[in-house]
């Protein structure tokens, strides 16, 4: 079975390369030209020799449809995305050409060459937005970010895709995915590693902003199980995955806080500065439909979580000293 992963060097790309081939897959990945350098490969860097990457772009159609050709993959995971909410606000444009003609694109390449692989969609709960939890496959969308709106779009192309031309695509709405393997950017990661350092006395305080936005979290390695799962399936379908649970910012904050022995109020510092023009409040995934019909439950609860990520932090941060 040959795979292809667009946004392969990201967290959830590295987590399914490593599954895939544990599964006896030929993985082959889409990266940027600009992701090819050795400090943007970390995350694959211990199974780069078994995989095959192409250098392609999300908004070069050219590109990907020569990928496909070369490839001529049985299954297409596209995570490829400008993921970062607050930063879609500045680069909204980009983020829409990116995600949603991005995915357009690849699913052109797919139809023109008449090739059937199975395709599965990353899409995500920002696609809800303001739309109350616990929020599942048949809640009404009402994204709050470029970035949701981009998801969004690539969401009904791929979902007309599939209805359109009798395409084999799942479309996965995944719940916050976290770890080790998260962007330094995200608020999670930017405040386990923000732990580890003022622990080791290498930074005093950690500069937040909203820290009652509630969501709901889970480890990526779980995640990316049920997206293979989805394309095993005789019949294409879109799957809620998610924890079920709720916790706001200052929970995670103060969990990861409490894991070194230190009290988050002593450290944490806001700043108005960061706040979005339309904030996304909670988050909760009813993922009912996929532990029925998928056979899927997450393995790593929200305690163990934080703990995985704090102290990945501070082994990164006593290696590199600070």
Same mark, same amino acid.
């Given at each position: 079975?040959?795979?292809?992963?667009?946004?392969?060097?990201?967290?959830?790309?590295?987590?399914?390369?490593?599954?895939?081939?544990?599964?006896?897959?030929?993985?082959?990945?889409?990266?940027?030209?600009?992701?090819?350098?050795?400090?943007?490969?970390?995350?694959?860097?211990?199974?780069?020799?078994?995989?095959?990457?192409?250098?392609?772009?999300?908004?070069?159609?050219?590109?990907?449809?020569?990928?496909?050709?070369?490839?001529?993959?049985?299954?297409?995971?596209?995570?490829?995305?400008?993921?970062?909410?607050?930063?879609?606000?500045?680069?909204?444009?980009?983020?829409?050409?990116?995600?949603?003609?991005?995915?357009?694109?690849?699913?052109?390449?797919?139809?023109?060459?008449?090739?059937?692989?199975?395709?599965?969609?990353?899409?995500?709960?920002?696609?809800?937005?303001?739309?109350?939890?616990?929020?599942?496959?048949?809640?009404?969308?009402?994204?709050?970010?470029?970035?949701?709106?981009?998801?969004?779009?690539?969401?009904?192309?791929?979902?007309?895709?599939?209805?359109?031309?009798?395409?084999?695509?799942?479309?996965?709405?995944?719940?916050?995915?976290?770890?080790?393997?998260?962007?330094?950017?995200?608020?999670?990661?930017?405040?386990?590693?923000?732990?580890?350092?003022?622990?080791?006395?290498?930074?005093?305080?950690?500069?937040?902003?909203?820290?009652?936005?509630?969501?709901?979290?889970?480890?990526?390695?779980?995640?990316?199980?049920?997206?293979?799962?989805?394309?095993?399936?005789?019949?294409?379908?879109?799957?809620?995955?998610?924890?079920? +649970?709720?916790? *706001?910012? !200052?929970?995670?904050?103060? $969990? &990861?806080?409490?894991?070194? /022995?230190?009290?988050? %109020?002593?450290?944490?510092?806001?700043?108005?500065?960061?706040?979005?023009?339309? +904030?996304?409040? *909670?988050? !909760?995934?009813?993922?009912? $439909? &996929?532990?029925?019909?998928? /056979?899927?439950?997450? %393995?790593?609860?929200?305690?163990?979580?934080?703990?995985?990520?704090?102290?990945?932090?501070?082994?990164?941060? !006593?290696?590199?000293?600070?």
């Amino acid at each position: 079975m040959r795979a292809l992963i667009t946004g392969i060097t990201g967290q959830a790309g590295s987590h399914l390369a490593e599954l895939l081939l544990k599964k006896g897959y030929e993985v082959h990945g889409l990266v940027r030209r600009s992701s090819s350098a050795e400090s943007a490969t970390w995350r694959i860097d211990p199974i780069l020799s078994d995989l095959h990457l192409h250098e392609g772009d999300m908004c070069d159609g050219g590109s990907l449809t020569r990928v496909v050709h070369d490839i001529k993959p049985h299954e297409v995971y596209n995570l490829a995305a400008q993921s970062h909410v607050r930063v879609s606000y500045d680069e909204p444009e980009y983020t829409a050409d990116a995600i949603a003609m991005g995915t357009l694109r690849l699913l052109e390449a797919l139809r023109l060459f008449g090739y059937r692989s199975k395709f599965y969609q990353a899409s995500t709960s920002e696609m809800f937005g303001a739309s109350p939890p616990p929020q599942n496959e048949k809640t009404p969308f009402h994204p709050r970010s470029p970035y949701g709106v981009a998801k969004l779009a690539a969401h009904w192309h791929a979902i007309n895709h599939r209805e359109s031309y009798n395409m084999h695509i799942c479309c996965g709405l995944m719940f916050n995915c976290e770890g080790p393997r998260r962007g330094e950017q995200f608020v999670t990661r930017k405040t386990t590693l923000a732990v580890a350092r003022i622990k080791q006395g290498y930074q005093h305080k950690l500069t937040l902003e909203n820290i009652d936005a509630e969501r709901d979290w889970g480890y990526a390695g779980d995640y990316v199980d049920a997206m293979w799962r989805m394309l095993q399936q005789n019949e294409p379908d879109d799957y809620v995955i998610s924890s079920g +649970e709720t916790r *706001s910012v !200052r929970d995670f904050v103060a $969990k &990861a806080f409490a894991h070194v /022995g230190l009290n988050w %109020e002593e450290h944490v510092v806001f700043d108005s500065r960061l706040h979005r023009p339309a +904030e996304v409040h *909670s988050l !909760r995934g009813d993922s009912s $439909k &996929a532990r029925r019909k998928l /056979g899927w439950a997450p %393995e790593v609860g929200f305690d163990e979580l934080v703990a995985k990520m704090v102290d990945a932090d501070m082994d990164r941060v !006593r290696d590199r000293r600070g």
